[in-house]
């Protein structure tokens, strides 16, 4: 059977997408480009805000009306994990399934048994591939549904599993190796290993031949001091580390049941510098959520203005249905929510674009993802990629002139800034 699969969402969700790729391919189903070409075609759904939701019901309603006569149209993830009933009335929808279904969607595409124990990894190998080690969440989050569609306990793979895998992406040509998970320092926490996340990291680096590591989603409170130590002492690890913190105030983060204490989460951003000087920290807001005032907001402010996140991002909050948040008292109103909104993506765009004037005059290494052919305006040849700061599909890229491969790693010299992105000169 020819097979293609549509992921929206998260790094995650592609892990997914790739792990029940891989099963199809183990019962000798195989994948097609042209949707027209498919015989199944798998859409995996996202269902972590409404956004996301409407995303998810608007790509299965598509699909469903435009399959040829002879197509099936299947949906999965967590769209259709948390509203089933609401999937399946679409027109033209076949079946749908859950999260971590690849070994539901291999038996309904007629495959025979076999071996499926397969790790989580991107499929699709470019200079950049994922690598999800654990999934699941525990914490009490009152605005988030993840625990509720992933499940609320920790479910970290095997170190030796992770190894493995790691060196088929090298093996198939990944320079860089991300890895990803709801909680990646609640990694082995399920074992009593406080320092889980720490050793795999010593053991990626030291026996899957990547290149680059990219940690992404860091708990606060849990950015361990073995943790900092082996991300700057260990040459692969990119200075760079993801912490979603949600708020700057510690009254909006009680009622969101997230770590509070201020004065840790700024203990923990002086180590990393401390340790790293030119490490690149991203985070993640939400403005909006209920009971928040005028003056929490402004404490939000002034801690973004203080931190100086060299990356950030900004979501307005949505109720989510099944969470405590969306029956909480004192809902803000939209047009207030949008109005913080704005006014946070200023500061955070002002704080970002300073930071990359920072770094003309740098030297650094340069992982190419462009196509070859890729030219400028006038003609000229030109390159993208991204540096240890970026991480891929979520921070700017960095441009050069020249030619090169992707998967290329050259060094360069930044050169001006763009603002979200970079200018740079290739150094012979």
């Not at 909006?288 to 100086?308: K, Q, R, V």
């Not at 930071?355 to 993208?384: F, H, M, W, Y």
Request: hydrophobic share 40%.
């Amino acid at each position: 059977m020819r097979y293609q699969i549509v992921t929206l969402g998260c790094p995650k969700n592609t892990t997914d997408s790739d792990r029940i790729a891989r099963t199809l391919e183990q019962q000798g189903h195989r994948a097609v480009q042209q949707r027209a070409d498919a015989d199944l075609v798998i859409l995996n759904t996202c269902g972590f805000i409404d956004d996301a939701r409407e995303e998810s019901r608007q790509a299965a309603e598509i699909l469903g009306a435009e399959r040829s006569a002879n197509q099936q149209v299947i949906v999965t993830g967590c769209w259709s994990q948390i509203e089933r009933e609401q999937v399946i009335e679409i027109d033209g929808i076949d079946a749908t399934f859950g999260i971590e279904a690849w070994n539901q969607i291999a038996d309904h595409a007629g495959t025979v048994e076999a071996e499926r124990d397969i790790p989580e990894t991107s499929l699709s190998i470019g200079p950049s591939a994922y690598l999800k080690i654990s999934d699941g969440c525990a914490r009490p989050c009152t605005f988030c549904n993840i625990p509720g569609i992933k499940g609320r306990q920790f479910r970290s793979v095997e170190p030796d599993a992770l190894v493995q895998e790691a060196r088929h992406l090298v093996a198939r040509g990944a320079r860089e190796v991300v890895l990803v998970a709801q909680d990646s320092t609640a990694y082995g926490a399920e074992w009593g290993d406080a320092n889980g996340l720490a050793r795999l990291i010593e053991r990626l680096a030291g026996e899957s031949g990547a290149e680059w590591l990219r940690l992404m989603y860091a708990y606060p409170g849990f950015v361990t001091p073995s943790l900092v130590e082996v991300m700057s002492q260990t040459p692969q690890v990119c200075n760079y580390l993801d912490i979603p913190l949600q708020h700057g105030s510690t009254s909006v983060l009680r009622r969101m049941k997230r770590p509070h204490n201020m004065g840790m989460v700024r203990g923990t951003l002086d180590r990393l510098r401390t340790a790293m000087p030119d490490i690149a920290i991203r985070t993640t807001f939400i403005v909006g959520f209920p009971g928040e005032t005028d003056d929490e907001f402004a404490e939000l402010l002034d801690f973004a203005a203080e931190a100086e996140f060299d990356r950030a991002g900004a979501f307005m909050y949505s109720p989510q249905e099944g969470t405590p948040a969306a029956h909480m008292s004192e809902q803000i109103p939209e047009d207030v929510k949008q109005a913080r909104h704005e006014e946070l993506m200023l500061l955070l765009a002002d704080i970002s674009a300073s930071k990359n004037e920072r770094q003309i005059g740098r030297e650094l290494q340069l992982l190419v993802e462009s196509e070859p052919g890729q030219t400028t305006e006038d003609g000229e040849p030109v390159i993208a990629g991204r540096t240890y700061r970026e991480a891929a599909e979520v921070d700017g890229l960095v441009f050069a002139l020249g030619e090169a491969n992707p998967g290329e790693i050259l060094n360069v010299e930044i050169a001006d800034s763009l603002g979200h992105d970079l200018w740079a000169e290739v150094i012979a």
